[in-house]
């Protein structure tokens, strides 16, 4: 199965992440929910710009997302705080 490779080559922390369409369902879900407030949009330009926004908006969000460094097992802190104390 040769098509796995390009997913088998991610770490697996970020597999879960990767295979996942959670994150798109909910972008969907958040779009869905703020047109709905709006109810009748005016024109088409009006929609886009809000759908815009929200895209924008998420974005941002998964951009700060990527900037933080992934946590460390718990198990490596132990380590580390057992080897400090010593």
């Given at each position: ?9 991610f770490p ?22 703020r047109t709905d407030v ?49």
């Amino acid at each position: 199965m040769p098509w796995l490779s390009g997913y088998m080559g991610f770490p697996k922390e970020h597999r879960a992440k990767i295979h996942s369409t959670n994150p798109i369902e909910r972008l969907k879900g958040e779009i869905k929910r703020r047109t709905d407030v709006i109810g009748i949009f005016p024109n088409e330009p009006a929609i886009r710009r809000l759908v815009g926004a929200i895209l924008l908006e998420q974005n941002d969000e998964w951009a700060e997302l990527a900037k933080v460094p992934p946590a460390k097992p718990v198990e490596s802190q132990r380590r580390a705080s057992s080897a400090d104390a010593i």
